[in-house]
């Protein structure tokens, strides 16, 4: 009999979610308005502490093409992306009819490399043309190299996109990403940190560029008794009975994360005296990740028998434990596998070898055992 399924990432409730359902109901305000939008919305403004207007939108997807729209980003542009992220990083680019570049990761972090990212923009600017945006992405959680990042889109005055997507509540220095961004976004997909079933939000500097978000992401209906339309407009806002479910796991946020490091921790002591086996964390103080997704990589030439990546997948999956290869970089997709990539192999060698593991909030002790188990019977 095969044991009950344990998931990568599943969804987490706090218990007050239906309360704010509830509410919505009771007022009836099923729709993309409502209290529920206003006050999640608010929490979120609190919980970045910082200068900043978060507009809840209907998934960070969403978020980051309004993100390009408002960055101005149009058919001729060039856009530069990290090239291991999930597409939803880069779609957006295409829907613009833009070009985008790709950068190699750096081993630290395994984001965004400074080095490659400033021979891209170089090479860009000699063939003519300025980059018009850089899309940062916090992988699985752990913050990008900010300052030298910032520093070279500075140099180059070119805005970041800040892909947080993964990284609510995560932090560098002491501020919170989502807030290093000419323009952030954030992801409360099932899967997420926090979910709002499915859902996102764009944080801007200023309540004017709220504004204009809130107009593009509700058809762009301009001032008039009838509809009337000067400009292309989507239909991206979120539900109130969504953010009815945000609210609720505001509450929890924190004890969420908590809950993840945890998860973090228990595998680097599963993993401290098994050889080939590293756990990616992040590289000193100044760092603070919310390890949405605890991930290793494998060295088969140290591992008992030379076991891979491929074997540990298999047989994690034969124990029905969910596991998942890292992001297979963008500039290795057949959609993107023609447009300009820059740097070394190191995002490749991360896919080659990396393995994302379950990761969530609520795992059980029991199911920990299961995990425990299944490697140390493999591998020790
Ligand atoms: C999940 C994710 C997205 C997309 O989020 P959605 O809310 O599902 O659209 C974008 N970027 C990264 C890095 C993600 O992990």
Not at 255 to 279: C, E, P, Q, W
Not at 334 to 348: A, C, D, R, V, W
Request: contains cysteine; aromatic residues 10%; hydrophobic residues 35%.
């Amino acid at each position: 009999m095969t044991e009950p399924k344990i998931w990568l990432s599943s969804p987490h409730m706090g218990g007050s979610e239906l309360n704010y359902i509830n509410e919505a109901f009771d007022s009836n305000w099923i729709g993309p308005f409502g209290q529920n939008i206003k006050e999640f919305e608010h929490d979120l403004e609190e919980y970045l502490s910082a200068a900043i207007f978060v507009t809840a939108l209907s998934s960070a997807t969403a978020a980051i093409h309004l993100g390009l729209i408002l960055l101005n980003v149009r058919p001729s542009d060039v856009v530069i992306c990290q090239s291991l992220t999930f597409a939803a990083s880069v779609n957006p680019i295409l829907y613009q009819g833009a070009t985008p570049v790709f950068i190699d990761s750096e081993p630290e972090t395994w984001n965004l490399c400074p080095i490659a990212l400033e021979n891209a923009i170089v090479d860009t600017i000699h063939k003519g043309q300025i980059p018009k945006a850089i899309i940062t992405v916090h992988l699985y959680g752990a913050p990008y190299k900010i300052d030298e990042i910032r520093t070279i889109a500075d140099k180059y005055n070119i805005p970041i996109l800040e892909d947080s997507a993964e990284a609510l509540g995560s932090s560098y220095k002491g501020r919170k990403c989502g807030t290093f961004g000419d323009v952030s976004v954030f992801s409360f997909n099932g899967n997420k940190i926090i979910t709002t079933s499915g859902g996102g939000a764009i944080i801007t500097s200023s309540h004017q560029l709220k504004k204009k978000v809130q107009f593009l992401a509700s058809q762009a209906k301009d001032e008039a008794p009838h509809y009337q339309h000067s400009e292309l407009g989507y239909n991206y806002q979120m539900s109130n009975i969504c953010a009815g479910i945000g609210r609720g796991q505001m509450k929890v946020l924190d004890k969420h994360i908590a809950l993840r490091r945890a998860m973090h921790d228990f595998y680097v002591s599963l993993f401290k005296n098994i050889s080939g086996i590293t756990v990616f964390s992040t590289p000193n103080q100044d760092y603070f990740s919310n390890y949405w997704l605890t991930s290793i990589l494998v060295d088969p030439t140290e591992t008992k028998n030379g076991i891979d990546k491929e074997t540990i997948r298999l047989t994690l999956l034969d124990a029905n434990i969910e596991c998942r290869p890292l992001w297979k970089p963008m500039h290795l997709q057949p959609l993107y596998e023609n447009y300009p990539y820059y740097g070394e192999k190191i995002s490749e060698s991360l896919f080659e070898n990396g393995l994302s593991l379950p990761s969530g909030s609520n795992l059980t002790d029991s199911e920990k055992e299961r995990i425990q188990t299944c490697f140390l019977k493999l591998l020790s």
